[in-house]
């Protein structure tokens, strides 16, 4: 059987062992049983895809508008919606090139 190795930061090795010893198995059998699961697993749709960046959108614009709500009751908002909105747009390019 060929063997792998990963390299992974401290935190996620920390998560992944974590989630071996919770399922009780050796971390080489958790990440083969990982793996395997990926591999076998149905793709997302574009449409399950899009969807899932609308609820994503929704829920930042909804905690934008807190975070207004807030920044206007305690006098600390200094950007204007036309910053906020570039702010946002260019987040949204950053993300889509990063994708």
Known sequence: MPTLSFHAPAPVVRAIRAAAK???????????????????AE?????ARELEKLAIDSMALTA????Q???KET?????TPREITALIKRS???RRASA
Request: glycine content about 8%; proline content about 3%; hydrophobic content about 40%.
């Open 22 to 40: 919770k399922r009780g198995q050796k971390v080489s059998r958790f990440l083969l049983a990982s793996a395997e699961t990926a591999v076998t």
């Open 43 to 47: 793709p997302v749709s574009g449409l």
């Open 92 to 94: 949204r390019r950053e």
């Open 69 to 71: 709500a807030r920044a």
């Open 64 to 67: 934008l508008h807190r975070v």
């Open 75 to 79: 006098g600390l908002d200094k950007m």
